[in-house]
Protein backbone atom coordinates (compact mmCIF):
# COMPACT_ATOMS: atom_id res chain seq x y z
CA UNK A 1 0.00 0.00 0.00
CA UNK A 2 2.52 2.66 1.35
CA UNK A 3 4.63 1.65 -2.31
CA UNK A 4 2.15 2.47 -4.23
CA UNK A 5 1.37 5.67 -3.04
CA UNK A 6 5.08 6.33 -2.84
CA UNK A 7 5.32 5.74 -6.89
CA UNK A 8 2.09 7.95 -7.06
CA UNK A 9 3.66 10.70 -5.74
CA UNK A 10 7.02 10.40 -7.66
CA UNK A 11 5.34 9.98 -10.71
CA UNK A 12 2.80 13.50 -9.71
CA UNK A 13 6.08 15.68 -8.84
CA UNK A 14 7.68 16.26 -11.93
CA UNK A 15 4.49 16.92 -13.84
CA UNK A 16 3.18 19.23 -11.90
CA UNK A 17 6.38 21.12 -10.97
CA UNK A 18 5.51 21.54 -7.20
CA UNK A 19 8.71 20.35 -5.73
CA UNK A 20 12.29 22.36 -6.39
CA UNK A 21 15.08 19.69 -6.76
CA UNK A 22 17.30 21.63 -4.49
CA UNK A 23 14.96 20.64 -1.59
CA UNK A 24 14.78 17.59 0.24
CA UNK A 25 10.92 16.62 -0.05
CA UNK A 26 9.36 15.42 3.31
CA UNK A 27 8.91 11.78 3.64
CA UNK A 28 8.09 8.89 5.62
CA UNK A 29 10.57 5.84 5.37
CA UNK A 30 9.67 3.10 3.64
CA UNK A 31 10.13 -0.55 3.94
CA UNK A 32 11.22 -1.51 0.13
CA UNK A 33 11.96 -5.13 -0.97
CA UNK A 34 14.07 -5.05 -4.23
CA UNK A 35 14.11 -8.82 -5.99
CA UNK A 36 16.20 -9.29 -9.09
CA UNK A 37 16.76 -12.32 -11.51
CA UNK A 38 19.12 -10.66 -14.21
CA UNK A 39 22.47 -11.69 -13.89
CA UNK A 40 25.68 -10.52 -15.65
CA UNK A 41 24.38 -11.18 -19.17
CA UNK A 42 22.75 -8.07 -18.39
CA UNK A 43 25.28 -5.55 -16.49
CA UNK A 44 22.85 -2.56 -16.17
CA UNK A 45 19.66 -4.68 -15.59
CA UNK A 46 21.62 -6.58 -12.69
CA UNK A 47 23.00 -3.86 -11.25
CA UNK A 48 20.03 -2.12 -10.84
CA UNK A 49 18.88 -3.07 -7.24
CA UNK A 50 21.62 -2.43 -6.01
CA UNK A 51 21.97 0.91 -7.19
CA UNK A 52 18.01 2.22 -6.56
CA UNK A 53 18.48 -0.11 -3.53
CA UNK A 54 21.30 2.49 -2.25
CA UNK A 55 19.69 5.66 -3.56
CA UNK A 56 16.60 4.42 -1.34
CA UNK A 57 18.82 3.46 1.85
CA UNK A 58 20.89 7.05 1.31
CA UNK A 59 17.04 8.68 1.29
CA UNK A 60 16.39 7.00 4.61
CA UNK A 61 14.43 4.53 3.76
CA UNK A 62 14.87 0.41 4.78
CA UNK A 63 15.75 -1.43 1.91
CA UNK A 64 16.20 -5.21 1.44
CA UNK A 65 17.30 -7.40 -1.78
CA UNK A 66 16.64 -10.74 -2.63
CA UNK A 67 18.26 -12.66 -5.42
CA UNK A 68 17.37 -15.20 -7.15
CA UNK A 69 18.13 -16.99 -10.66
CA UNK A 70 21.12 -15.57 -12.53
CA UNK A 71 21.48 -13.04 -10.38
CA UNK A 72 22.68 -14.89 -7.58
CA UNK A 73 26.09 -15.61 -9.71
CA UNK A 74 26.83 -11.84 -8.77
CA UNK A 75 27.46 -12.75 -5.37
CA UNK A 76 31.02 -14.26 -6.37
CA UNK A 77 33.61 -11.12 -5.93
CA UNK A 78 34.94 -12.22 -9.18
CA UNK A 79 31.69 -11.39 -11.26
CA UNK A 80 30.21 -8.59 -9.18
CA UNK A 81 34.31 -6.92 -10.09
CA UNK A 82 33.48 -8.29 -14.19
CA UNK A 83 30.25 -5.92 -13.90
CA UNK A 84 29.92 -2.87 -15.42
CA UNK A 85 26.76 -0.96 -15.72
CA UNK A 86 26.35 0.99 -18.66
CA UNK A 87 26.63 4.61 -17.42
CA UNK A 88 27.22 3.81 -13.54
CA UNK A 89 30.58 2.81 -11.47
CA UNK A 90 31.16 -1.33 -11.88
CA UNK A 91 28.58 -3.04 -9.61
CA UNK A 92 31.56 -4.42 -7.24
CA UNK A 93 31.71 -0.41 -6.48
CA UNK A 94 28.19 -0.16 -5.69
CA UNK A 95 27.94 -3.26 -3.83
CA UNK A 96 30.39 -2.60 -1.26
CA UNK A 97 28.30 0.84 -0.13
CA UNK A 98 25.27 -0.86 -0.17
CA UNK A 99 27.27 -3.24 2.32
CA UNK A 100 28.62 -0.47 4.14
CA UNK A 101 25.14 0.79 5.00
CA UNK A 102 23.78 -2.73 6.03
CA UNK A 103 21.25 -3.43 3.59
CA UNK A 104 20.59 -7.11 3.98
CA UNK A 105 20.97 -9.36 0.78
CA UNK A 106 19.30 -12.79 0.30
CA UNK A 107 20.69 -14.96 -2.72
CA UNK A 108 18.14 -17.97 -2.89
CA UNK A 109 19.50 -21.03 -1.85
CA UNK A 110 18.16 -23.35 -4.74
CA UNK A 111 19.30 -20.78 -7.33
CA UNK A 112 22.84 -20.54 -5.02
CA UNK A 113 23.34 -23.83 -5.24
CA UNK A 114 22.40 -24.60 -8.68
CA UNK A 115 25.56 -21.95 -9.59
CA UNK A 116 27.36 -22.94 -6.80
CA UNK A 117 27.53 -20.14 -5.54
CA UNK A 118 28.91 -20.59 -2.20
CA UNK A 119 28.54 -19.62 2.22
CA UNK A 120 32.18 -17.80 1.30
CA UNK A 121 30.57 -16.10 -1.64
CA UNK A 122 27.95 -14.58 0.56
CA UNK A 123 29.95 -13.99 3.35
CA UNK A 124 32.00 -11.69 1.48
CA UNK A 125 29.05 -9.40 1.10
CA UNK A 126 27.35 -10.00 4.22
CA UNK A 127 24.76 -11.44 2.34
CA UNK A 128 22.48 -14.70 3.51
CA UNK A 129 20.53 -17.72 1.59
CA UNK A 130 17.22 -17.37 1.29
CA UNK A 131 14.20 -19.44 0.42
CA UNK A 132 10.82 -18.93 -0.11
CA UNK A 133 9.46 -18.67 3.65
CA UNK A 134 12.33 -15.19 3.77
CA UNK A 135 11.08 -14.34 0.14
CA UNK A 136 7.53 -14.09 1.88
CA UNK A 137 8.43 -12.80 4.77
CA UNK A 138 10.18 -9.75 3.13
CA UNK A 139 7.28 -8.98 1.04
CA UNK A 140 5.28 -8.76 3.82
CA UNK A 141 8.21 -6.27 5.69
CA UNK A 142 7.83 -3.98 3.05
CA UNK A 143 3.95 -4.12 2.75
CA UNK A 144 3.96 -2.72 6.44
CA UNK A 145 3.59 1.01 7.19
CA UNK A 146 6.05 2.63 9.00
CA UNK A 147 4.63 5.06 11.61
CA UNK A 148 6.79 7.40 12.86
Known amino acids: MARRSFLRQMMALPLLGLTSWSQEPAHKPLNV???????????????FPFLHGLALS?????????LLGEAVSLMRQSVAAAVV???????EDTLNKVV????????????????????????HWGAKFGNPTIFVSLVE???RVITE
Open 33 to 47: MMKSAWGSDDPTRAA
Open 100 to 123: ARHVPIYACGACSRARSVAQSDLD
Open 85 to 91: PVGWPPL
Open 58 to 66: EAGHSVQIF
Open 141 to 143: WAD
